[in-house]
């Protein structure tokens, strides 16, 4: 039996000789993994998204490959495609970047919609489909996707459909004065650069799923899960001018799969923290990562300032806390 904090100390420590801080977005990526979800992390340029998702997959052990998302990608450049071989006139399947345990795909946002949906297979079914076959992707399968909120320019902003295929949705920010000057110290050195060693594997990450599902969710938390979730989906229904001049905040709210996401993160976030159940507070640290890309806001919310943490703070005050667990 492995225990929980100390696999998650052994991965923080070699993914840390490289990434300095965002102690909290290791986290999380970590409990993606052990829930088998897939990731999107937003963030200004030069905050070491693709680097952190690079040394978690070398911490890992684990298969990596990166797509540089451009605006002249195709699908066949991501799944894989049919090449004709003159030798017996027949054809033979290439195998694209997509065949990897986890992939990168880096600024995801400057792709065309149909190089985006070529991922939605993927990301769901784990399987892409190449000359009329379907192939099995390898286990275990991740997509860790990045974007930039500020460039719009050449940008395709993803669909619904697709960012509620992700797990998580993290927010990068800017490190501390401190992290930033050691980060100058480690990396300003031009003949020596931190190199990191698998500490793990794919195949110990599939056994420890299993202690995962063992995390017991009690009847009163599966109950408030469900209540936040369609309380986003109350502020949604909510007319413009009801009773007490409150407006309609969110466009629509979040869908079935974010009940799956709190509950199977929640199992997760429990275990890498050394508890054997999963209480309220877990899954309100989780909470905003696992709604934020859920829910649509509304003109007038954004009009006012409003963000959608700020709304998924409201639906966190109006939601009651089981007293009892």
Do not use: C
């Not at 509620?164 to 920010?173: A, E, H, I, M």
């Not at 640290?285 to 007038?300: C, N, P, W």
Request: net charge negative; no cysteine; glycine share 8%.
């Amino acid at each position: 039996m492995i225990n929980g904090p100390d696999w998650s100390q052994k991965l923080r420590n070699e993914i840390g000789q490289a990434v300095i801080g965002q102690e909290a977005v290791i986290e999380r990526m970590l409990v993606a993994l052990l829930a088998n979800g897939h990731v999107l992390l937003e963030g200004m340029p030069g905050l070491a998204k693709t680097l952190l998702i690079r040394s978690l997959g070398t911490a890992i052990g684990v298969q990596f490959e990166r797509i540089q998302f451009t605006p002249d990608l195709l699908p066949s450049d991501v799944v894989g495609t049919m090449i004709f071989s003159p030798k017996d006139g027949g054809f033979t399947t290439h195998r694209g970047p997509i065949f990897a345990n986890l992939v990168l795909a880096d600024e995801i946002n400057r792709a065309p919609a149909k190089v985006q949906s070529a991922l939605l297979e993927a990301m769901q079914e784990r399987q892409v489909t190449i000359g009329g076959n379907s192939h099995i992707l390898p286990k275990p399968f991740f997509v860790m996707a990045t974007q930039n909120p500020v460039e719009q320019e050449g940008t395709y902003p993803l669909p619904e459909a697709q960012t509620d295929r992700f797990l998580f949705k993290l927010l990068v920010d800017y490190p501390s004065a401190a992290e930033e000057s050691l980060m100058m110290e480690r990396w300003g050195q031009v003949t020596t650069q931190p190199v990191l060693k698998a500490v793990t594997s794919g195949e110990e990450l599939l056994v420890l799923r299993t202690q995962v599902d063992a995390i017991h969710v009690a009847p009163a938390v599966q109950a408030y899960i469900l209540a936040l979730v369609r309380s986003s989906r109350d502020l949604a229904a909510q007319a413009e001018g009801n009773a007490g001049g409150a407006k309609r905040l969110l466009n629509f709210g979040a869908s079935p799969r974010a009940s799956l996401a709190l509950f199977q993160a929640g199992r997760a976030l429990a275990w890498l923290r050394g508890v054997d159940y999963v209480s309220p507070a877990l899954v309100q640290e989780i909470f905003h990562d696992a709604l934020r890309h859920r829910v649509g806001l509304t003109y007038e919310a954004e009009a006012e300032g409003l963000t959608t943490d700020k709304v998924l703070d409201q639906v966190l005050i109006r939601t009651p806390v089981p007293a009892k667990v």
